[in-house]
C-alpha cells in the first residue's frame, strides 16, 4: 500500500508545452506538500494545503499552479514549461501543518523540458 | 525564517565505524523541531530521526543519534556501525514556531560507506 503516490514519476516534454503532476496520499493526513529539487539536490518547498486550503505560496512563477480537489489529492500544473523547470518535484503530505508532523514524501517526478 | 548550513558536502566511512554528519541552523523561535531525512539512490525521501527543541535529551532511533546543543544551534547525526544501506543523501530540516509545519532543507550531506 503506497502511503504517498504521484504520476507519472518520469515527464519529459518540449518548452512551451503545459503538463501536469498528479499526488494522492491514503494516510488520511490534512495537509500535502510540493517541494522541487534542483540538479544540485536542493530542496524546496513551494507550496502547501492544509484541508485543502492554500497556506503556503513561495516565490514561485505563476505558471505553476497546484490545485487539491480534496484532502488526499494534490495536482501541480505548469504552463509554458521552460528549461528551467527541470528538476524532481516531490510531493508529501503530513498529519496537520500547525503539529510539526513528520512529513511523508512520495517518490518524486522527473521533469525534464527539452 | 530559518536557514540552515551542512557544512560537509561529502563524508565517506567504512562499514560498521561510526560517523557523524554536521548541520547547524539559525532561528529565532524558541518553539521548533528538527528533522534528518536521507534520500538514497532511489530518490525517496525516509525520515531518519526527529528532535524536539524543547527536549534536553538527545532523540537515538536505533543506529542513528543527534547531539543537540540549542544555545550552539548545532544539530549533528551520529551512524553507529555504519551499513552499505546507509550510504545516501541526507539533509538536516528545521520546522516549527511562526514557520509551523514548513521544512526548510540544508545543502545534503552524501555519505559513501565502504565495504
Known amino acids: 500500500d503506497t502511503a504517498v503516490s504521484q504520476t507519472p514519476k518520469y515527464l519529459v516534454t518540449q518548452m512551451g508545452n503545459d503538463k501536469s503532476i498528479k499526488c494522492e496520499q491514503n494516510l488520511g493526513h490534512d495537509t500535502m506538500y510540493w517541494y522541487k529539487q534542483d540538479s544540485k539536490k536542493f530542496l524546496k518547498i513551494m507550496f502547501s494545503?492544509?484541508?485543502?486550503?492554500?497556506?503556503i505560496n513561495e516565490t514561485v512563477p505563476n505558471r505553476f499552479s497546484p490545485k487539491s480537489p480534496d484532502k488526499a489529492h494534490l495536482n501541480l500544473h505548469i504552463n509554458s514549461l521552460e528549461l528551467g523547470d527541470s528538476a524532481v518535484y516531490f510531493c508529501?503530505?503530513?498529519?496537520?501543518?500547525?503539529?510539526?508532523?513528520?512529513?511523508?514524501f512520495g517518490p518524486g517526478t522527473r521533469l525534464t523540458v527539452l | 525564517a530559518q536557514t540552515v548550513t551542512q557544512s560537509q558536502p561529502e563524508m565517506s566511512v567504512q562499514e560498521a565505524e561510526t560517523v557523524t554528519l554536521s548541520c547547524t541552523y539559525d532561528t529565532s523561535e524558541s518553539d521548533y523541531y528538527l528533522f534528518w531525512y536521507k534520500q538514497p539512490p532511489s530518490r525517496q525521501m525516509i525520515l531518519v530521526i526527529r528532535q524536539e527543541a524543547y527536549k534536553q535529551q538527545n532523540a537515538t532511533e536505533n543506529r542513528f543519534s543527534v547531539n543537540f546543543q540549542k544555545a550552539a544551534k548545532s544539530f549533528s547525526l551520529k551512524i553507529s556501525d555504519s551499513q552499505l544501506g546507509d550510504a545516501a543523501m541526507y539533509f538536516c530540516?528545521?520546522?516549527?514556531?511562526?514557520?509551523?509545519?514548513?521544512?526548510?532543507f540544508g545543502q545534503g550531506t552524501i555519505l559513501t560507506v565502504h565495504p
Open positions: 494545503y492544509n484541508n485543502k486550503e492554500l497556506i
Open positions: 508529501a503530505s503530513s498529519l496537520n501543518f500547525y503539529s510539526y508532523n513528520e512529513q511523508f
Open positions: 530540516a528545521p520546522a516549527g514556531g511562526t514557520s509551523y509545519g514548513k521544512l526548510t
